[in-house]
C-alpha cells in the first residue's frame, strides 16, 4: 500500500513543475509579443509623425548692438523648442542656427531689447531668420534662459 500514495504523490510533484515550465514559457512568451507590439506601435506613430519635437539648449551668446557707440552688449540664454523634419539633423544645423542668432541680434539696438515688446518682436525676427535658413526644421518656439543689456 505503501506503492500507491508514492505514485501518487510523484505525478503531482511533476504536474506542478509542468506548470511552473509552462507559465513561465507562457508569460516569458507574453513579454516578448507585447515589446514587439510596442516597437511596431512606435514605429507606426514615428511614420504617420515624422516631425519629432526637440528642445535644443544653445550656448549663451555675446553681440554686440547697434548702437552706434561700439559699447553696448547683449548677453543672452536661448533654448529652442523646435520639429525636426524627416531629413532635419541637428548636428549639421547648430553652426546654422548660432549664425543666424547672431546675425539678427546684432543688428538690435538696446533700448528696443529692454521693452517686453521688444524682445517678442526679436523672437519673432529670430523664429523667421532660423526657419528661412533651415527648412527641414521648424522653430517652434524660442525661450530666452538668460538676458542681460550692458551700455
Known amino acids: 500500500m505503501l506503492l500507491t500514495p508514492a505514485i501518487a504523490t510523484k505525478p503531482q510533484v511533476a504536474s506542478r513543475s509542468n506548470l511552473l515550465s509552462l507559465l513561465l514559457v507562457f508569460t516569458l512568451l507574453a513579454s516578448a509579443l507585447g515589446a514587439v507590439g510596442c516597437k511596431q506601435m512606435g514605429a507606426e506613430a514615428q511614420e504617420n509623425n515624422p516631425a519629432a519635437p526637440a528642445m535644443i539648449h544653445l550656448d ?13 552688449f547683449l548677453r543672452v540664454g536661448i533654448d529652442l523648442g523646435i520639429e525636426f523634419g ?11 542656427m ?18 517686453p515688446d521688444g524682445k517678442k518682436k526679436i523672437k519673432q525676427e529670430l523664429s523667421q531668420a532660423l526657419n528661412e535658413r533651415l527648412p527641414d526644421m521648424k522653430v517652434r518656439e524660442i525661450y530666452f534662459t538668460e538676458f542681460m543689456v550692458q551700455r
Open 86 to 96: 524627416p531629413k532635419g539633423k541637428r548636428h549639421e544645423s547648430v553652426a546654422v
Open 98 to 115: 548660432r549664425d543666424s542668432i547672431i546675425s539678427v541680434l546684432s543688428t538690435c539696438k538696446s533700448d528696443d531689447l529692454l521693452t
Open 60 to 72: 549663451p551668446f555675446v553681440v554686440n548692438l547697434a548702437d552706434g557707440n561700439g559699447q553696448s
